[in-house]
């Protein structure tokens, strides 16, 4: 069934917005999407009316507000389809699930002389955490390439899989070039030679549904303000017997059993991972968005954007002096390219005065860049609300960009 976009695009209002006396044409959701309705005015009415901080009090207002903190988390647990909502962590966002990840599991799982694969379109949340633990266990990374379409390779993948192979950390979903991994083939090869799977879900639990029991991931991550929620709120799920078995990350309030100077014993999960007060009104929203997005579907969501996605990719290459950087037959949401008559920066710029918002720059993803043989991308990115009006108006202005320089 087809979506309503336009009922859809009435819930946010920021798309009502004009710039530079244009009406706004928001094309940068895969750095952050913007908020539908129903999410800010429950954020506002539990302030007002359910408010007080969770998990430690016995009067009516601290339980309401525990009560709600604890169904966001069941809402997330079933928009995964995790087995348990033990096994779903909030965190700030999912740069902050991976460090979590790297500090407390494969700081107490990885030695000198394992091997860590990572793919090389990763963002930079899922290299550099892992740079940084090197400096204190001397493991290797090795790098999974993706081909001129910016497809995974996936023999390569396979080479470099063996019996070091502790982890392998990959996306599900390319912010810059909108590949979608065949991240289930992955977890199961990565299985196969015992090794434990991080996926980062940033730009994937976004776009498409996840079943993290189907994928049978060990870890997935994700943030709440690209699924249209708060910012401040990110997820980390994680499997109960790993969860179990990982040490605390950071210490506080909350995450104890017990407290004596002379000894501390941690709680069990989530609860251990969440040390102090928690971003409760962000995971309360983010709850909201997620029941936003099931009221559309995200079956419903995944086929209009890959559909406008399509569309934009197939326009753009159209246009004489544009390459696109990422041409997989299995893309979503993004399509980042250059233009041989203007700099992406200049584009952007143009662009904005036309009221469109997209990105430039290396979109945290420098390896990536350094691959294709480009330092910066202009890069235009989906979201549920964009329609193929956004689309058109966009290619119109790119042509523009191209007479101006031309
Ligand atoms: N991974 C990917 C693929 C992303 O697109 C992003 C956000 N651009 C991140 C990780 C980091 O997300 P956050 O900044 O919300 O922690």
């Not at 210490?251 to 971003?279: C, H, L, N, Q, Y």
């Amino acid at each position: 069934m087809a979506i309503d976009v336009e009922k859809i695009r009435s819930d946010f209002p920021a798309l009502s917005l004009t710039m530079h006396g244009k009406p706004l044409i928001f094309l940068d959701s895969a750095a952050s999407a913007q908020k539908p309705l129903c999410v800010l005015d429950v954020i506002k009415n539990q302030y007002v009316n359910e408010y007080a901080n969770v998990h430690r009090g016995v009067y009516r207002l601290s339980e309401k507000a525990t009560l709600n903190f604890e169904q966001a988390r069941q809402k997330v647990r079933h928009f995964i389809n995790a087995a348990s909502d033990k096994e779903i962590v909030f965190t700030r966002g999912a740069t902050d699930s991976i460090n979590l990840v790297a500090y407390t599991w494969a700081a107490s799982n990885l030695k000198d002389g394992d091997e860590i694969i990572l793919s090389q379109a990763e963002h930079h949340s899922n290299i550099v955490p892992w740079q940084i633990l090197q400096k204190r266990i001397n493991f290797k990374i090795k790098i999974v390439p993706v081909d001129d379409n910016g497809d995974f390779i996936f023999e390569e993948y396979l080479k470099l899989l063996n019996e070091k192979t502790k982890l392998v950390s990959v996306m599900h979903v390319s912010n810059v070039l909108g590949t979608v991994f065949p991240v289930k083939e992955i977890i199961r090869s990565a299985h196969e030679q015992g090794a434990v799977v991080l996926i980062d879900g940033c730009q994937g639990a976004t776009h498409m549904p996840v079943d993290v029991q189907d994928l049978e991931c060990d870890f997935y991550v994700f943030s709440g303000h690209k699924l249209y929620g708060p910012t401040g709120i990110g997820v980390l799920y994680g499997k109960l017997s790993l969860l179990k078995e990982m040490p605390p990350f950071e210490g506080g309030g909350d995450m104890i059993k017990s407290v004596s100077f002379e000894k501390s014993v941690w709680a069990e999960p989530p609860a251990r991972f969440e040390a102090g007060t928690p971003a409760i009104m962000q995971a309360v929203g983010l709850g909201h968005a997620i029941d936003y997005v099931n009221k559309i579907g995200m079956d419903e969501i995944e086929l209009h954007e890959r559909q406008l996605c399509q569309l934009l990719q197939g326009e753009m290459l159209k246009i004489p002096g544009i390459r696109v950087i990422g041409n997989s037959n299995d893309k979503a949401a993004v399509v980042s390219f250059v233009a041989d008559f203007a700099h992406p920066q200049d584009m952007a710029m143009i662009l904005d005065q036309e009221g469109i918002a997209v990105r430039t720059g290396h979109h945290c993803a420098q390896p990536l860049h350094e691959r294709f043989g480009v330092s910066v991308t202009v890069r235009a990115s989906l979201g549920v609300y964009n329609t193929q009006s956004d689309i058109e108006n966009f290619i119109k202005a790119v042509h523009k960009v191209k007479r101006f320089f031309t």
